[in-house]
T-cell receptor, first 112, second 114 residues
C-alpha cells in the first residue's frame, strides 16, 4: 500500500521568512496530493492540492511542487505570518480505491 | 450545502457504555469515511463506505461498528471502548470511487473514554 513520509517534523521560522515542507510517496499510481492545515482541536482544512498531470500550483503565498519521477512533493509558504502556525499534513491518493494516506505531519511555528 | 456535519462535538463515555457518532452530508457524495486521530498524529483511516456498502475496514476492533443507513448518513457505533480509544473521530466524504473532487472533512467528535 501507499506510504507517505513527511519532513521535517517541526519547523520554526521567523515571521516573513519562507517555509518548506517535503513529502515522498511510495506508490507511483498515486495521482492526487493534497495539503491540509490543522489548528489545535479543529478539522484538517485543505489549503492546496495538486494532481499528477501538473508540476506546480500556486495560490497567493502558498505553492506546491510535484516531481513524479522522484515521487516527492513539497509545500512552500512565503512571507510567513504568525497565523500560519499550525500542523501541516501532506497526503496522497490513487485515482480509484478511496484511500487517502497522510504523512506524519509538520508542526510549523512562526515567530514574530 | 458544502459541509460534513458531525454530532456530537464532544462525548465522554464509560467503558461499559454504548454510544453512537453521527455524520451527515448533503453534497451528493457517494463515499464516506471514518478516521481516528490521536493528538499530534495524522488521521488514520478506519472505514470506507462506497455507495452505502462497506468497502474498506482497516482491521478495526469490533467494538467500533460502522453503519451507513443511506447515502447522506454515516454512523459509528461504540461499545465497550478502552481509554486508549480516546481521540478525535473525523468523518469525511468524497464524490464517489475516484478522488477527482477531493475530500471534505467534518469538524470531528472529540471522544473521551473514562
Amino acid at each position: 500500500g501507499e506510504n507517505v513520509e513527511q519532513h521535517p517534523s517541526t519547523l520554526s521560522v521567523q515571521e516573513g521568512d519562507s517555509a518548506v515542507i517535503k513529502c515522498t510517496y511510495s506508490d507511483s499510481a498515486s495521482n492526487y496530493f493534497p495539503w491540509y492545515k490543522q489548528e489545535l482541536g479543529k478539522r484538517p482544512q485543505l489549503i492546496i492540492d495538486i494532481r499528477s498531470n501538473v508540476g506546480e500550483k500556486k495560490d497567493q503565498r502558498i505553492a506546491v511542487t510535484l516531481n513524479k519521477t522522484a515521487k516527492h512533493f513539497s509545500l512552500h509558504i512565503t512571507e510567513t505570518q504568525p497565523e500560519d502556525s499550525a500542523v501541516y499534513f501532506c497526503a496522497a491518493s490513487m485515482e480509484y480505491g478511496n484511500k487517502l494516506v497522510f504523512g506524519a505531519g509538520t508542526i510549523l511555528r512562526v515567530k514574530s | 450545502d458544502t459541509e460534513v456535519t458531525q454530532t456530537p462535538k464532544h462525548l465522554v463515555m464509560g467503558m461499559t457504555n454504548k454510544k453512537s457518532l453521527k455524520c451527515e452530508q448533503h453534497m451528493g457524495h457517494r463515499a464516506m469515511y471514518w478516521y481516528k486521530q490521536k493528538a499530534k498524529k495524522p488521521p488514520e483511516l478506519m472505514f470506507v463506505y462506497s455507495y452505502e456498502k462497506l468497502s474498506i475496514n482497516e482491521s478495526v476492533p469490533s467494538r467500533f461498528s460502522p453503519e451507513c443507513p443511506n447515502s447522506s448518513l454515516l454512523n459509528l457505533h461504540l461499545h465497550a471502548l478502552q481509554p486508549e480509544d480516546s481521540a478525535l473521530y473525523l468523518c469525511a466524504s468524497s464524490q464517489g470511487e475516484t478522488n477527482l473532487y477531493g475530500y471534505t472533512f467534518g469538524s470531528g467528535t472529540r471522544l473521551t473514554v473514562v
